[in-house]
């Protein structure tokens, strides 16, 4: 069965550090997506990415955050200048088409980013 | 806004035992979806169903049913006959008009340990 998969599963840099965290999302799918959950809380949605643009972001992704599919399979996200409150599970999703019709998102299994 | 609040942090049962996962939900627009994921202590978050606000017949599948009512703004998980692999991070999720591709907002997620 198709899955979304992510690279590294743990990541641990130093503050003030550039990052990227690296998503394969499902082959066939077009939507793709970067939520986090900070350890024991909820899962935050960050980005969505349509078209090879941002569709929408919450208030969450600032200018330190950026998003790109450099190539037909990857979908990245970096975070410039990490700080410790980035630390977090990241969670990227994909679908085939947007969820308000019959499709649902599938997420990866996350990389766990600490931030010392 | 769109809320969702998971009232219940923890639940424990024995095995056997039948639990009911409370989700309730905020929205303003009269088209939605709801969602239930399941985390479980591998970390992933794994779809189970997907609903939308015009249809509010009950589903199930297997030992899970799912009982949404719009009346109380509720989209509740019931486990029957639960086992240990059931224990996993449970999280209610919505996504409405208000979001153009999809974004999903969550519950604080709902803790549920099924002891031998």
């Known amino acids: 069965e198709p899955e979304v998969t992510q690279t590294p599963s743990h990541q641990v840099t130093q503050m003030g550090q550039e990052v990227i965290l690296r998503c394969v999302p499902i082959?066939?799918?077009?939507?793709f997506y970067w939520y986090r959950q900070i350890l024991g809380q909820k899962v935050e949605f960050l980005v969505s990415f349509y078209n090879n643009e941002i569709s929408e972001k919450s208030e969450i992704f600032d200018d330190q955050f950026s998003v790109e599919r450099p190539d037909g399979s990857n979908f990245t996200l970096k975070i410039r200048s990490t700080k410790l409150e980035d630390s977090a599970m990241y969670f990227c999703?994909?679908?085939?088409?947007?969820?308000?019709?019959?499709?649902?998102?599938?997420f990866g299994p996350g990389t766990r980013l600490t931030v010392t | 806004a769109q809320k969702v609040t998971q009232a219940q942090t923890e639940i424990s049962v024995v095995e056997k035992e039948d639990v009911t996962l409370d989700c309730v939900y905020e929205?303003?627009?009269?088209?939605?979806?709801l969602f239930w994921y399941k985390q479980p202590p591998s970390g992933e978050l794994v779809f189970l169903i997907r609903?939308?606000?015009?249809?509010?017949q009950n589903e199930i599948s297997g030992r899970y049913s799912w009982n949404f009512q719009k009346s109380t703004s509720s989209f509740n998980f019931t486990i029957t006959a639960s086992q240990v692999v059931d224990s996993a991070v449970y999280f209610c999720a919505l996504n409405d008009r208000g979001s153009t591709l999809g974004r999903l907002y969550f519950g604080r997620g709902t803790q549920l340990t099924v002891w031998p």
């Open positions: 082959s066939n799918h077009l939507y």
């Open positions: 999703a994909s679908s085939v088409g947007p969820v308000g019709g019959t499709y649902e998102q599938y």
């Open positions: 609903r939308n606000s015009f249809d509010e």
């Open positions: 929205t303003r627009d009269t088209t939605y979806y």
